[in-house]
């Protein structure tokens, strides 16, 4: 079992910057790809960026690229989304997520563990 926190969540201006942390416990994560996703109500949970735990290769959303960065601390277990640039349209639940065995890593039907998600709100 894979436990998943986020936190970091909360209110900025638009042009502002958050850096979202989800704390991960239960098992270890060397074969896992870590992604984040969001969802806004009404709409579909979006892919926003992944990490490959072992190694940091990273990929991104067309909508996030060059305005977010994943990135992990292997020590402290912990995957972080540093936000910046950030627009109303980023308003959204942001969820943590881990896969493992999956094919692309950017479908949420390929994340088996999930946290229960932290409001990020931008206003205009």
């Known amino acids: 079992q894979v436990q998943l926190v986020e936190s970091g969540g909360g209110l900025v201006q638009a042009g502002g910057s958050l850096r979202l942390s989800c704390a991960a416990s239960?098992?270890?994560?060397?074969?896992?790809?870590m992604g984040w996703f969001r969802q806004v109500p009404g709409k579909e949970r979006e892919f926003v960026a992944r990490i490959r735990w072992s190694g940091g290769t990273t990929y991104y959303a067309d909508s996030v690229k060059g305005r977010f960065t994943i990135s992990r601390d292997n020590a402290k277990n912990t995957v972080y989304l540093q936000m910046n640039s950030l627009k109303p349209e980023d308003t959204a639940v942001y969820y943590c997520?881990?896969?493992?065995?999956?094919?692309?890593?950017?479908?949420?039907?390929?994340?088996?563990?999930w946290g229960q998600g932290t409001q990020v709100t931008v206003s205009s």
């Open positions: 997520a881990a896969a493992l065995g999956g094919k692309y890593y950017y479908t949420a039907d390929e994340y088996r563990y």
């Open positions: 239960g098992r270890t994560f060397s074969s896992y790809y």
